[in-house]
């Protein structure tokens, strides 16, 4: 799946989350609570990756890793297009000014 289209499926979900926010709560989520709640799948990814590793255990753990993975991309794609920011863009120019300063800082 190319970025464009993981983009447009987060973003639909994005929408029908919303919908459900409507009916149970009235409103949508603002992005400070969409944030709030990446923080928190942060905090479950940090306990898989330590099962990872063979240093907490959890049943399973490989597959709720993969899980937790694609939930904290889902968070970051909807709140860069909340935030108005194109995370494509964002992303290639980030990278590739870090392949620059890390390849500098390897010749010397």
Do not use: P
């Not at 799946?1 to 409507?22: C, D, G, V």
């Amino acid at each position: 799946m190319k970025y464009r289209e993981l983009e447009e499926s987060a973003l639909k979900l994005n929408e029908l989350y919303e919908e459900l926010e409507i009916k149970l709560y009235g409103r949508v989520w603002s992005t400070e609570e969409l944030a709030l709640g990446f923080v928190g799948d942060i905090g479950d990814l940090a306990k898989l990756i330590q099962a990872n590793a063979g240093i907490r255990n959890i049943d399973d753990f490989k597959s709720k890793l993969g899980h937790e993975l694609s939930d904290c991309l889902w968070s970051v794609i909807v709140l860069a297009n909340k935030c108005g920011i194109d995370l494509e863009a964002e992303f290639s120019k980030n990278i590739k000014g870090l392949m620059e300063y890390v390849s500098k800082e390897l010749e010397t």
